[in-house]
């Protein structure tokens, strides 16, 4: 049975404006949670919410504690729904991961009831969730529920730091400690971690001053976006959950990156170097000092990369790997999915390879444009 202010929720979710309200509840969800994740956490999904979307805003299902009405055991933020009756947890161009955040001694029963909740007057066939670490709590639980059905659409792996990443090996080492010794004769180099609102926005700044700002795909490039890195690194850098690392030269950076933290995992979200010192790869450098720094840090058990699959530069350098799942969970406990599900699914599929060739043939047509720019004189 739902607490009456979950059946207020229960109908459509809470706008992210009518979310301000819980958010005390919401932040002592996140410090129980079933599996800790920055893209569900209050300080990072509600202004994600407040300030990314366009016009249509997504909508937050929660479950309330039926003993204690007061007490948040469930929440997850879902996309508008369109005229396909598949809903999905709310993925935007910030974030890795979208599923519920569960309180971890009431689980169970908080997703049934996010799962009723998602069910709504459109009849959909399943919620569809985004970017699950395979062997993690939350999918362990779904697999524990008898009649409970995940369907998994793709899976892929990333690099993450458990422990300090080994050495480069061979050529590729050596010619990573050429780099850095040639580096050390331009000037002072050292790296500096920081957690204040203002290195967030030197971050800004310094990213979209390179080839992220020419290509529009900067932070600050966007108003809307800069206004929700800045509000997010206001609500995390206040409670030490942000950190701003930076490699410099003579005081100058020419690397930055931006860790966040959640629970006991940490979310290495965003990084970006100068171009002028390309030729000694400082964001190579500064992302094994990262790398380092984390492994060493107690209160971490875990660093994600939050890169694309085979990333080039990072998968060298962090070696170790987690697997993450995208899956359909059926709303209606089954043994199997339904026909009409199973059509969705593969439509979804299909759009996601249509999708991913796309995103290949765009990449290639700027990779020729970026090599015909260089080889003018």
């Given at each position: 049975m739902i607490a009456s202010a979950g059946?207020?929720?229960a109908k459509r979710g809470l706008t992210p404006d009518a979310m301000a309200c819980h958010g005390a509840a919401w932040r002592d969800l996140a410090a129980r949670a079933l599996e800790p994740s920055i893209f569900n956490d209050p300080g990072f999904a509600m202004p994600a919410a407040q300030h990314l979307p366009g016009r249509r805003r997504p909508r937050f299902l929660l479950s309330w504690d039926p003993s204690d009405p007061a007490r948040l055991i469930g929440l997850c933020c879902v996309a508008p729904q369109g005229l396909v009756p598949l809903r999905s947890a709310w993925l935007h161009p910030q974030a890795t991961a979208a599923f519920p955040l569960l309180d971890a001694a009431h689980a169970a029963t908080a997703?049934?009831?996010?799962?009723?909740?998602?069910?709504?007057?459109m009849r959909p066939a399943g919620l569809l969730l985004h970017g699950m670490p395979q062997h993690g709590a939350t999918l362990q639980l779904i697999a524990a529920q008898p009649g409970?059905?995940?369907v998994a659409l793709d899976a892929r792996s990333r690099a993450v730091v458990r422990q300090p990443p080994p050495p480069l090996p061979g050529k590729a080492g050596k010619e990573f400690r050429r780099q850095a010794r040639r580096l050390a004769e331009q000037g002072r180099v050292a790296t500096t971690v920081s957690a204040e609102p203002?290195?967030?926005?030197r971050f800004l700044a310094f990213e979209a001053a390179g080839w992220k700002g020419r290509r529009g795909t900067a932070l600050g490039v966007t108003p809307r976006v800069a206004r929700f890195t800045r509000t997010m690194a206001a609500a995390l850098t206040a409670e030490e959950r942000c950190?701003?690392?930076?490699l410099t030269l003579d005081g100058r950076p020419i690397a930055m990156g931006v860790v966040l933290r959640a629970g006991p995992n940490a979310f290495?979200?965003?990084t970006s170097f100068d171009e002028a010192w390309a030729r000694f790869s400082p964001g190579a450098h500064l992302t094994v000092a990262i790398g380092e720094a984390q492994a060493r840090d107690p209160d971490v058990a875990m660093t994600d990369s939050c890169a694309v699959p085979g990333h080039s530069m990072i998968d060298r350098l962090w070696p170790e790997r987690m697997t993450v799942v995208d899956g359909v969970l059926a709303l209606t406990p089954t043994r199997r999915p339904s026909w009409s599900t199973g059509l969705l699914i593969t439509a979804?599929?299909?759009r996601r390879m249509a999708r991913l060739r796309a995103k290949r043939v765009s990449a290639a047509l700027r990779s020729r444009r970026h090599n015909a720019t260089m080889a003018q004189p």
């Open positions: 059946a207020r929720a997703l049934a009831d996010l799962l009723a909740q998602a069910g709504g007057p409970w059905t995940l203002d290195d967030v926005d950190h701003v690392h930076s290495f979200w965003k979804e599929r299909l």
